[in-house]
């Protein structure tokens, strides 16, 4: 083969494209490792089991550009046109997290991304939000509508009642200046879960 790269990358299998970023011998090794999943792959970088920790860099650096380039994309077009991008982005954002986090997109009135941003940082299994940050932080950014989301480090995306409850309560707080919650998403592992796919907005 004269190039890693002579055919459309397209038509390569997963193999041969994790094979031009880290080389043939570690993709073999890391897709074994991974089960055969891409996405369990780059949430769960294991390379250093075989001595390359310049591979996992790799693969975490890869991991960072999509995940900005979904970011770059979500500020240029209106996120409700795009709900399977959105899932991406937050997939790829909050999925391969070891501790809780509450994320919030906040949207303009065109329903494009004004700031993306961790408000909360908790534990392994909860994390305290305050609904009172999330409405000064809406207000300061003068955004129309928000999406929320948080993840489960368990890997199981199905909401509690906590969850639930607090899906709610931001809900009623954010009425109160006029912001929409479009959306919440509970993101474990490769999994997500959408509460107003749900009804429950």
């Not at 080389?23 to 897709?31: E, F, I, N, T």
């Not at 305050?130 to 955004?143: D, G, S």
């Amino acid at each position: 083969m004269s190039s890693d790269l002579d055919s459309p990358v397209e038509s390569l299998s997963d193999a041969h494209l994790l094979g031009v970023l880290v080389g043939q011998r570690h993709a073999q090794h890391l897709l074994k490792d991974a089960s055969g999943s891409l996405a369990r792959l780059l949430h769960e970088p294991s390379a250093q089991a075989y001595g390359a920790p310049q591979v996992t860099s790799k693969l975490k650096a890869a991991t960072e550009l999509v995940r900005r380039s979904l970011a770059e994309a979500l500020k240029r077009q209106d996120v409700l046109s795009s709900p399977a991008h959105v899932r991406t982005y937050l997939r790829v954002k909050l999925a391969r997290l070891e501790h809780e986090v509450f994320f919030v997109l906040f949207l303009d009135a065109h329903n494009r991304v004004i700031a993306a941003e961790e408000l909360f940082r908790g534990t392994l299994t909860q994390t305290s939000v305050y609904p009172r940050e999330v409405v000064k932080r809406a207000l300061t950014l003068n955004a129309v509508g928000v999406i929320l989301a948080h993840n489960h480090p368990s890997g199981v995306a199905e909401p509690s009642r906590a969850d639930e409850f607090l899906t709610q309560t931001l809900r009623s707080s954010l009425q109160l200046i006029d912001v929409r919650v479009l959306d919440h998403v509970s993101v474990g592992g490769n999994d997500l879960v959408s509460f107003a796919e749900r009804g429950r907005l």
